[in-house]
């Protein structure tokens, strides 16, 4: 079989397993203006290539079309009595608003501020991190149809923040799991997997060791599944999951897998790598029962800031998501083809990170050229 034969084959299976519908919980419940028929969305531009792959998704979505309006929501960190806290404005613009897309933030390091990141999860109760990772077409990994959905816990466990030095040498780092956490994210992966037809939820622990906290993660997962007769569900320890995913990832491909925070954090970077040999074409949705911010996973990467080198896809597929949050399905489908064909299409289609020779701009302009 020809190599373009190959690649519009997956591009096509990739186009098909693309969801059109949604869980009920963290539902998108904003309405476009009346007036013009366009729905406002927050965009926070973020810092190092921020603005560059920024620009290139507003000048894909003006060329596609679609029914948004950016409205430009910056969040540089403020430390009010020693707090990070986000400015008032970009609060009362994603409350408004609804949906955010979100580029990388930089930490500050040694001014005292906590990662904005968490800040904006804490802020707007962004309670589950959903990571879809599947293989890219035309760009070589070792495997070649992953297809992995996972779902993490966003709100505490490790990432709680509670840490003491009980005398000099000797420091505590508690692992926070409570039952409401854990139901709110675990409902959210059974709807999750219903909506978009994948019969099985893996719930990923090690409550051979943590067996109050990984123990209460796993009961409560046990207690919901009355209410998804529908979804299998199958408990599995971390270490057995790593091992799987590693040496057959295709075995997860009717699965969505839940799991608490660190353990997420940890998979779904493993899973971006299985499926993209790198994080820079991964997109990932942050869920909260009201707003919902979609952001590439990537950071600022000051090393080509300015350059003119960024690969805007993590970001292109992180809008693609939204547009299917915000019903929007056929802009997205319209978007996410445009970006999969011209990776596709060869190395001088692409960003020097898939080892192409494009500029983040030639980029964008080849998507438009195929929209
Ligand atoms: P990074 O992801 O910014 O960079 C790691 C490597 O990947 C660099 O070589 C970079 O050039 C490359 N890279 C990243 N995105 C790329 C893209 N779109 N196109 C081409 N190459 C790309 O990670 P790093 O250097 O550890 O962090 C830099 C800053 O980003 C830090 O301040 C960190 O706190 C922040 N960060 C923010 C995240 C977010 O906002 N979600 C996530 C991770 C880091």
């Not at 729905?39 to 060329?63: C, H, N, R």
């Not at 969040?75 to 580029?103: D, F, M, Y």
């Not at 909260?288 to 690969?311: C, L, T």
């Not at 939204?322 to 019903?327: A, P």
Request: glycine residues 8%.
């Amino acid at each position: 079989m020809l190599r373009s034969q190959i690649c519009r084959r997956t591009v096509n299976r990739m186009l098909a397993s693309a969801t059109h519908k949604q869980p009920s919980i963290g539902k998108y419940t904003g309405k476009p203006d009346p007036k013009t028929g366009k729905y406002t969305v927050s965009f926070i531009e973020g810092d190092g290539v921020g603005p560059e792959i920024s620009k290139s998704v507003k000048d894909i979505f003006a060329a596609a079309k679609v029914p948004i309006v950016w409205e430009s929501c910056p969040v540089t960190p403020l430390l009010v009595n020693g707090v990070t806290t986000i400015p008032e404005q970009a609060q009362e613009s994603i409350n408004r608003n609804l949906v955010a897309l979100k580029g990388p933030l930089a930490t500050p390091i040694g001014k005292g501020h906590r990662s904005m990141n968490l800040t904006l999860r804490k802020t707007f109760g962004l309670f589950a991190n959903v990571r879809p990772a599947k293989s890219v077409e035309g760009f070589k990994t070792t495997y070649e149809d992953v297809d992995l959905v996972l779902i993490r816990e966003n709100t505490e466990g490790e990432y709680a923040g509670i840490e003491h030095v009980i005398v000099p040498g000797v420091v505590q780092s508690i692992k926070l799991i409570t039952r409401e956490a854990s139901e709110r994210v675990i409902r959210y992966a059974y709807e999750y997997a219903r909506a978009v037809g994948r019969p099985k939820l893996v719930v990923v622990h090690k409550s051979t060791i943590q067996r109050l906290a990984d123990g209460l993660f796993v009961t409560v997962a046990k207690e919901l599944a009355h209410e998804f007769p529908d979804i299998q569900l199958q408990t599995e320890l971390i270490d057995n999951t790593v091992l799987n995913v590693v040496s057959n990832p295709s075995k997860y491909s009717d699965v969505v897998y839940v799991c608490p925070n660190l353990y997420g954090d940890i998979l779904s970077d493993l899973n971006s790598g299985l499926s993209a040999g790198s994080l820079g074409l991964t997109p990932s949705g942050n869920i909260g029962h009201k707003v919902s911010i979609f952001e590439a996973v990537h950071g600022s990467a000051p090393d080509i800031a300015g350059q003119n080198k960024a690969n805007p896809t993590a970001l292109l597929l992180s809008s693609v998501m939204m547009l299917n949050h915000m019903g929007l399905f056929e802009h997205a489908s319209k978007i996410e083809k445009a970006v999969l064909t011209t990776i596709a299409a060869g190395p001088e289609s692409r960003t020097g990170d898939l080892a192409g020779s494009a500029s983040t701009s030639s980029f964008t302009e080849a998507v438009i050229s195929r929209l």
